[in-house]
């Protein structure tokens, strides 16, 4: 049942962005104004995690739009527009010559943090970053990100595989026991 | 025992499906029949979307960073924020038709037949022109409210 509403989430999702997209080809600058307000807090989060810095991440944050827009007409629709900008800004992040050598993980981040939380979302957002870094603990270095992916930019195991290039079925297995632990913390503490 | 080992297979599979993929037959039916294994589901998917929740707030499009990539893009691009809120139409929106009732209501005993006619005939076109402009400002806000309504509708279609 959820994943219905995901698809029909995701198809509503794709089809605004990729109308977005054609509106921004066909010369309205406006339309990708929106493509970045609505994309501008995950630019932030990746950036953030690779440069731990708001300075660095800024200049990040406007070099992958910028190149965004130059590359916009590459973007065929094979993949959704939220993966292709996340391959471009990943691509980047990891190329840069200001990226710091250790990814800090998303589950710490002060961008996670919601104002609207209820005290029960927010210590069930706690939960799952703890299960994130406990995961993580026994993960070689690379497979942090493909974990923030999946839980936090709500990306699937194959559009993973295609952003970082890392095998679907390695991160699978990883998300999947990251998966086991949230849930054995959620049983431990009473929410299930 | 066996139900244990039972909910241990059902649950391994669900914790491997990816996302928007479809929750297989023999799951669903385990689910159906195992409140233990539907609690934890049901708190998994509660995490998950509590979790990516924050990046999926929009930045308003006033934001020093968008504004400064718009204009690498263009120079003389600006930021076409709606200065006037929705509760401020309302608000003045109202005032205007208040104010014109109290004058049509002023004038109803010495004014003619043919002046009262005419001052409706106004009174009705300024609403409309003053409805048509808040609408054509405000287009973002209501294909935003029906786009919802639609996903909605759909998911309660599909018996979500």
């Known amino acids: ?192 | 025992m066996k139900k244990t080992e039972e909910c241990n297979r059902v649950m391994d599979a669900y914790l491997g499906l990816d996302k928007g993929e479809r929750v297989p037959f023999k799951l669903t039916l385990h689910l159906l029949t195992c409140s233990k294994c539907r609690k934890q589901v049901k708190g998994l998917k509660m995490a998950e979307k509590i979790a990516k929740a924050p990046l999926e707030i929009p930045v308003p499009i006033d934001d020093e960073s968008i504004l400064a990539v718009m204009k690498k893009i263009n120079p003389r691009y600006t930021s076409s924020k709606n200065p006037i809120s929705i509760t401020r139409w309302i608000i003045y929106g109202l005032a205007m038709i208040l104010s014109m009732f109290v004058f049509g209501f002023s004038k109803f005993q010495e004014a003619s037949k043919g002046v009262l006619i005419s001052f409706y005939l106004l009174f009705a076109f300024a609403v409309t022109v003053y409805c048509a402009m808040f609408v054509g400002t405000n287009m973002d806000f209501f294909v935003k409210i029906m786009t919802t309504k639609k996903v909605d509708r759909n998911a309660e279609k599909a018996g979500i």
């Open chain 1, 1 to 192: 049942m959820e994943s219905q509403r995901t698809d029909i989430e995701h198809l509503t999702i794709s089809r605004r962005d990729s109308e977005l997209v054609k509106t921004t080809l066909e010369g309205d600058q406006k339309s990708f104004a929106r493509l970045m307000t609505l994309y501008k807090k995950r630019i932030v989060a990746i950036g953030m995690s690779f440069f731990k810095n708001s300075v660095d991440t800024e200049d990040f944050v406007q070099e992958v739009f910028f190149k965004a827009y130059t590359k916009l007409d590459t973007f065929r629709g094979d993949s959704m527009f939220s993966t292709w900008l996340t391959r471009l800004a990943y691509n980047l992040a990891i190329n840069s010559v200001k990226r710091r050598d250790e990814y800090v993980q998303l589950s710490d981040d002060e961008i996670l943090k919601d104002m609207s939380d209820t005290p029960e979302e927010a210590q069930i957002r706690k939960i799952t970053g703890e299960a994130i870094r406990e995961a993580i603990k026994e993960l070689p270095a690379q497979y942090a990100v493909c974990l923030d992916m999946y839980f936090f930019y709500d990306i699937s195991y194959a559009e993973i595989s295609n952003i970082t290039g890392l095998p679907v079925n390695t991160i699978k297995s990883h998300i999947f026991r990251a998966k086991k632990i949230l849930r054995d913390k959620l049983v431990e503490r009473g929410f299930v």
